[in-house]
């Protein structure tokens, strides 16, 4: 790099002090070149090796230019070649999330024919909240599209995600169901029995929450699933939150809860849906 740095300041200024110099030798021997053999044998000894080396340096030149010219060729084409592969791949990823969105958007059309009492509004979701003591995250639209505070927001199978809690007019912040401050109804196993869905600090933390508040007797076991009750009118009736994955007893062995493993992974969504009008269950 020093090198072609050096020739391409004073490879010019070189060219031309090598043609100087044998143009000097030139005229010399020119001058020369009606006296007597002794100086003639001289002039020919002088004018071979100078114009040999003056030769040899414009080919070196030369040869240098045409290497500095190529190496700058091939950068540009890498150049090139490397925004054509970024391009390329940006748009492999483009395609790859359009189909993704294309999927959901399938899923959702099969879930909602299903739920015809449903009205829906799809949004991206664009930032999580940084802290370690909330499971909450910002979505795309807000209030200028019809979402309301309290709004139900679930995936595109209808497993519940959770809850909008703060809106804008372009944007709304969803608590999801695995947060220290949810607080849902629903109702688990075969029996359907009551209980609440409420997060717990430490439950949140490994992406699980908890259901407890069952009524005296209420039997729940592991792979018993786990429904929105629809009672309280925030939360539409039959949503899918999740599995009991483990029943415990609290102290003194008097009252009961269930560990639920969501059936959405939060940590992986991108895209989510708003509930904004249902049948309110009496």
Excluded at 254 to 267: L, M
Aim: glycine share 10%; proline share 1%; aromatic share 8%.
């Amino acid at each position: 790099m020093k090198l072609r740095n050096y020739i391409s300041k004073y490879g010019f200024r070189l060219a031309i002090a090598v043609a100087i110099v044998a143009l000097i030798v030139l005229s010399v021997s020119s001058v020369l070149g009606g006296r007597a053999g002794f100086l003639k044998n001289i002039d020919g000894a002088l004018k071979a090796p100078v114009q040999k080396a003056a030769t040899s340096i414009l080919d070196w030149i030369e040869g240098i230019y045409g290497y500095i010219y190529e190496y700058d060729r091939v950068l540009e084409e890498n150049h090139s070649l490397r925004a054509e592969n970024a391009a390329l791949r940006q748009a492999a990823r483009d395609y790859d999330d359009l189909e993704a969105e294309n999927e959901r958007l399938r899923q959702l059309f099969e879930w909602s024919e299903k739920r015809t009492d449903l009205v829906m509004e799809s949004a991206k979701i664009v930032s999580w909240d940084a802290s370690n003591y909330t499971s909450a995250f910002t979505i795309s639209k807000g209030s200028e599209h019809g979402i309301e505070m309290g709004d139900c927001v679930v995936t595109e199978y209808g497993a519940l995600v959770g809850q909008i809690i703060e809106l804008g007019n372009e944007w709304a912040v969803v608590r999801t169901v695995i947060d220290v401050e949810m607080d849902v109804g629903a109702l688990a196993g075969i029996d359907s029995y009551a209980g609440v869905i409420t997060g717990e600090f430490s439950l949140m933390k490994q992406g699980l929450t908890r259901l407890t508040y069952l009524a005296s007797g209420a039997q729940i076991f592991p792979n018993d699933e786990v429904l929105t009750s629809g009672k309280g009118g925030s939360f539409p009736a039959g949503l899918l939150v999740g599995e009991i994955t483990s029943v415990m007893t609290e102290a003194g062995g008097q009252v009961t809860y269930g560990i639920i493993t969501p059936a959405c992974d939060v940590s992986r969504l991108s895209q989510v849906f708003i509930i904004k009008d249902f049948e309110i269950v009496e």
